[in-house]
């Protein structure tokens, strides 16, 4: 009995540090500029600058479809699968279009990397291109995503929208933040382009 409660100790012990660990090293990976212009208790509007992405395209049609797949053939990319076999460091967050024409993946490169000095990649499906700036409204959760979460925080989303008078100019995306083996202080968003004026 009490080696069965040491075990279990001993287990909590190196769950909790092995998640500390996640959570601070996520806190060290370089996230995305954007400036918050409109905040509000339960969605914000941002302004993305441009940025350089990689990108593969695919037809799935679900999140559990394109995550897998997607997030090998870029991983492959960043960790050497490109011309000059270098590795580049990881960013968030990770962007997921998922629709009924053509969805994709695309991992933000580094603001170190521009289209010059970026290598090329060795899989013809992964795709750089920089994208334009833009405004989006914001919505958060937590937890682990799923396609009825991508569901109901986009129709929640478009509702708030249409309350405020704002105007959607695309169809929802996915961020996600963080690594798949943590499991706490989870970040996910939705984000819709809209028609917002700066001031």
């Known amino acids: 009995m009490k080696i069965s409660i040491a075990v279990i100790g001993f287990v909590i012990v190196i769950t909790v540090l092995f998640q500390s660990y996640t959570i601070m090293a996520a806190n060290k990976t370089e996230e995305q500029k954007y400036t918050v212009v409109f905040k509000d208790t339960d969605f914000e509007i941002r302004f993305y600058p441009s940025s350089i992405m990689a990108t593969i ?80 409204a914001v919505i958060r959760f937590g937890g682990y995503a799923s396609d009825k979460d991508l569901i109901l925080y986009a129709d929640k989303l478009h509702d708030i929208l249409k309350v405020k008078g704002i105007n959607p100019t695309g169809h929802a995306r996915f961020l996600g933040y963080n690594p798949p083996f943590q499991v706490v202080n989870r970040r996910n968003e939705i984000i819709v382009p809209v028609d917002w004026k700066a001031e």
């Open 57 to 136: 395209n695919s037809n799935a049609k679900t999140y559990k479809e394109l995550s897998g797949p997607g997030f090998r053939a870029l991983a492959g990319y960043i960790f050497g699968g490109n011309e000059t076999n270098s590795s580049i460091a990881m960013t968030s967050p990770v962007h997921m279009d998922i629709n009924d024409s053509l969805s994709s993946m695309s991992f933000v490169m580094p603001s170190s990397y521009n289209q010059e000095n970026l290598p090329k990649p060795n899989d013809p499906n992964v795709h750089i291109q920089k994208t334009a700036d833009e405004y989006v």
